[in-house]
């Protein structure tokens, strides 16, 4: 990487940020949306249909980056693939670059596992207060990391371990928790201006740029700003302002994306290898089979398995 551009690498955090804002509102509309309807929801039938839109594609990854491994094309030792399949990855620092991105899904799933179950056993005032906690306290747990500077605390755990990333999440969990309020509230016809977006951005902005006065405040402080900057963002694009955003979000080519994100998010890990000087690691055709690699595994790995959930409907 040019060494102008490194002390912008931190960025990646803040986009990984967004998606698990993005996930949280989006998990936790679906489970509203579910209890709303029936009055009750099916926690069997949610982890079923998780599990077949997330692991199919997901073991297939791994089973075809360990038979490379195995033919010694890439490196990818068995102990990555092990702590992947056990979604324990974000704990595992040591990890060769083929699986490296997948901490961030083992954060989804475990956010998921304990979200689910909260969800159906809590009552709605509970679980409110809990997901305001999680979207607060991993601020403390984050502040206390940078202060107390355990030994075994690093960058890679202030940004990927559950306990310092899940208020991301939590962030969109209380946006879907409140859209409606908020939406019924003076505040929406602010959150359909630009200035919402124009504020959001700039919290996120903020954010950003405090990486480079100084690297703590950003992994206490700044990611929080961050998870608000964000949040702003999403209720911005979700209000359904009608606005030049809504046109963008909808334009065929980004809703073929959307549909190829998961398996380019996958797949992107391998063909995007900085260690490996090969001809598919070379642009533009890097992006080029990745994009042929997710397209194979949308049409034939996920495609039948998302068709499969209309067995398991909501309760």
Known sequence: MPAPMR??????????????VISGFLITALLLREFDAHGAVSLKNFYIRRSLRILPAFVFYIVVIQILATLHVIDSPWVDAK???TFTLNYHDSRSW???????????????????ILF??????????VVLALAIIPLGIRSFYV???PVWVTETALARHFECVCDALAA??????YFNRLEASPLASFARSG???????????????????????????????????????VWYSVAGNGGYVTRLLNWRPLVFLGLLSYSLYLWQELFLNPFVRSWYTTLPWSIVFAFIAALAS??????????????????
């Open 7 to 20: 002390p912008l690498v931190h960025a990646g955090n803040i986009g990984v940020r967004l998606f698990f």
């Open 120 to 129: 159906v056993t809590l009552s709605p005032r509970s679980m409110r207060v």
């Open 172 to 177: 969109g969990a209380l946006l879907a928790i």
């Open 298 to 315: 949308y049409r034939l790995v996920e495609l039948p398995f998302l068709r499969a959930r209309r067995f398991f409907p909501a309760a």
């Open 98 to 116: 083929p699986l490296n991105h997948l901490w961030s899904l083992s954060v989804e799933e475990q956010f998921y596992l304990i979200w689910g």
């Open 147 to 149: 202060l107390a500077h």
């Open 195 to 233: 200035w919402l977006l124009g504020m959001g951005t700039a919290l996120t902005a903020l954010a950003a740029s405090s990486y480079l006065a100084n690297a703590d405040a950003y992994y206490s402080v700044g990611q929080t700003v961050a998870n608000a900057g964000l949040a702003m963002v």
């Open 83 to 85: 702590y992947a399949l």
